[in-house]
Each structure stands twice: as C-alpha cells, then as structure tokens.
C-alpha cells in the first residue's frame, strides 16, 4: 500500500514537492489554505523576475518549466535618475497566482496529472496537527514562522498590477530613499510593480516612487496597495531543511536569496529537495547544504551594505555597471552568488544610458 505523505501549501515548492513524491508512488494531498490555487492574501495575480539556470533547474525537479520562465525583451535600471537599458541575459519573468497562465496552474495541472489529492481552504496553524514528516511550504506566510521557530524578518511594500499589453521587461529602481528597491515586470499581459524594504514604508515614500516612475516611465499605475510579509533572512543560520518532526520546503526553509530577497527559483529546487527529504534523507541534506552554502556569505554582505550610506551604495551600484564584464562577472563569482544554484551572474551589460 502507497505511503501517505501530507503537505502544506499548493504553492511552487509544495506542487513541485508532490509531484516528485507522486512519481515515487507516495499517496499524497495538499492542504492549502486559499479557496484554490494562486495562494492567500492579495499578493498575486503578481509577476516575477529572477535568475535561474533553467535547464540545470528542469534536470534536478524532473519537470520542465520553461514555458512559463519568459525572457524579458528589455530590462531598465534606475540608480537615483540615472537609467540604464541592461543586457536581460540571464534572467526571466515568470507569473504567479490565480489565472491559467500562471507557473501555479501548470504545477497543478502536472499534479493532477500524477494523482495529487488537494484540500483547498484548509488552513492549518499548529505543525502539530500534521503528522511527522509531514512538508511545510508555507512560503512568505506568518503563522507557521512562529509556530516552527523559524527567525524571520518582516518585509513592508507597496504594490500595484494592472493590465498592459507590452512585450515582457523589467524595471528595477533603487534610490537613497528606499530601504530595498522597487521593480515591476510584465508578463503575459499583467503588469506588477512592488516597491518593498526591511523597514514600514510610508506613503510618502510610495507616492515619491510613483511620481518618478510617472515621469521616468511615463507609468501611472491608478492604484497600489499596501502588503506586508515575512522573509527567512534575519540569522545567518536561517536556512533549515527540518524543523521538530517537519521538513521544510521553499522560502521558509530560507531558500531565498539575502541580498535582493529573490525566492522562485530556492522555492523550485527546494521542492525536490523536501520530497528528497522523505525518500533519500542523506542525499537532501547534502543538496540543500550544496545549495545555501553562500548564505552565510551573502547575509554577512548584505549587512555590510545596510551600514554603507545611501548615497555610497548608490555610488558603488553605478561603479558596478560601468566595469567590464569580465571584472564584474570575476566580482561576483559562481561561489558567492546568493541565488540558491545560479551558475552565473546575469550579464547586466550597459547597452545604453538612458
Ligand atoms: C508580491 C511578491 C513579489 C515577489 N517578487 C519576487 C521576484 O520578483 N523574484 C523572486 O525571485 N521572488 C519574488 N518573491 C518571492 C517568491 O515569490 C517566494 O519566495 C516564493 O514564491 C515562495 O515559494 P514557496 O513555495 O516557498 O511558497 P508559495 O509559492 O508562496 O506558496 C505558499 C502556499 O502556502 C499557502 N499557505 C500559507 N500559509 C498556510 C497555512 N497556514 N495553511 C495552509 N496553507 C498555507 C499559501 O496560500 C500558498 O499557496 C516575491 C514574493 C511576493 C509575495
């Protein structure tokens, strides 16, 4: 008879979990708190960027996602009001959420292909009402942080989405002003922009941001909404495969990237990795310590940055761009690349000044 085996939460690390479980003749259900797949709260629909090594990425999960990893046509870069057009090399947008074209629905379609059993709006807020070796992928959600001593930091932003018919691109901004930075992509005709930091951001602080965007992008997105949530980066120990009796899948097993808090792409390989977990428990742990090895690293400089003062990071950011890329590729080594299995760093050529 098929072992039983339970996860929390339908989102990249969870489905991708259960689909490898499923493969291995693991009778397994879902439990996921939202009413269905695109998960709680208002984030998504929302659209993504990240790095990812696609094919190395497919081989480990056994699953290919190509189809919803998009290479942006263009990428425009804002250090204070100098704008920069950057080589996209090297990264991809990617959607989230609710609708059909969403990396989300092309998990679940997979897993129901392979049996997955789901029970949607299922909220659970005790790990104790799961069964030992059970898999939490609870993502950038509170309750389970607590619950499972997991250190966390809370993250603060602004979002806005809308509808836009453009070929995909990124936007990134960083400004003395804000604590992280903002971005938007498009993708797949949906428009999503999160201006984000470690720290509350008041309105001011959006509406400043909007009014440059509005003139530097001449974008006026009508309206934006204030979201909070919770990111695995506090200790340079966060990274933890269990917790208790649990094994920990995606971001809140702190696959997420300390510098610029990218997530899909740990969330990606960390699904294999807990499903691993269950059936080769030596094999994961070696390939998640292969995996968070530049953690440490990457936290430590990440506080180092923080004491720099705006204005000098600002300087470095533009110094960074203006050297050859041989210089900042050898800068940013493979080793120390925050990004859970990034081979390289993305190109971010200047094409030209904008
Ligand atoms: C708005 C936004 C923008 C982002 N932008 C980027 C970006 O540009 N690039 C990047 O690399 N990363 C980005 N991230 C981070 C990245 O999306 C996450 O790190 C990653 O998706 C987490 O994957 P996961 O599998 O851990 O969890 P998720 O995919 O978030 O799935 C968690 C699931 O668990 C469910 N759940 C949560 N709590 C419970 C509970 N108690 N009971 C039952 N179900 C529960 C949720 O509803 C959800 O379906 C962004 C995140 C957000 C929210």
Same mark, same amino acid.
């Given at each position: 008879m ?7 939460g ?6 991708? @979990? @259960? ?10 259900t ?12 208002n ?16 081989k480990?999960?056994?699953?290919d ?6 290479p ?6 804002y ?10 090399e ?22 129901q292909?392979?049996?997955?059993k ?11 009402d ?5 898999i ?19 993250a603060?932003?602004?979002?806005t989405?809308?509808?836009?018919q453009?070929?995909p ?5 960083f400004?003395?002003y ?15 922009g ?16 909007? @009014?440059?965007?509005?003139e530097?992008?001449?974008l ?6 204030? @979201? ?21 899948a995606?971001t809140?097993?702190?696959?997420m990237d ?8 740990g ?5 294999r ?17 292969h ?17 720099m ?14 050297l ?13 690349i ?17």
């Open positions: 098929a072992k039983k085996i339970q996860i929390l339908a989102g990249l690390s969870g489905m991708i @979990a @259960a689909i490898d479980l499923s493969r291995h003749d693991y009778e397994v879902i439990l996921e708190g939202a009413p269905g797949i695109g998960g709680l709260g984030f998504h629909p929302s659209t993504h960027g990240t790095p990812i090594d696609g094919p190395a990425a497919w480990y999960i056994g699953l996602l190509s189809s919803c990893f998009v942006p046509k263009a990428f425009r870069c250090l204070g009001k100098r704008g920069f057009d950057l080589d996209p090297g990264l991809f947008l990617v959607e989230r959420g609710p609708r059909e074209s969403s990396i989300d629905h092309l998990l679940y379609r997979e897993a292909k392979v049996g997955v789901f029970e949607f709006s299922h909220l659970v807020r005790k790990h104790r799961l069964p030992p070796g059970s939490i992928a609870t993502g950038l959600f509170p309750e389970l942080y607590e619950e499972l001593g997991v250190p966390k930091l809370q603060f932003g602004w979002a989405r809308m509808e836009m453009r070929p691109e990124l936007v990134a901004y400004d003395n804000i604590g992280d930075y903002y971005y938007s992509a498009v993708v797949n005709g949906i428009f999503f999160m201006l984000f930091q470690r720290s509350p951001v008041p309105r001011e602080i959006m509406e400043r941001c909007r @009014a440059f965007l509005r530097r992008e001449g006026e997105s009508p309206d934006w909404f204030y @979201a909070t949530n919770y990111v695995p980066v506090i200790d340079p120990d966060n990274p933890r495969l269990f917790a208790g009796d649990k094994i920990l995606g809140i097993a702190g696959m300390p510098v610029f808090l990218f997530g899909i792409n969330a990606v390989l960390s699904g990795i807990a499903a691993r977990a269950v059936y080769e428990r030596d094999e994961a742990i070696k390939d998640f310590k995996y968070t090895r530049n953690f440490r690293l990457n936290h430590r400089a990440r506080k180092w940055g923080e004491k003062p705006p204005q000098l990071r600002m300087l470095w950011g533009r110094l960074f761009l203006a050859p890329e041989f210089i900042r590729r050898a800068l940013v080594p493979t080793s120390k925050g990004i859970p299995g990034i081979k390289e760093f993305p190109s971010c050529r200047v094409i030209k000044k904008i």
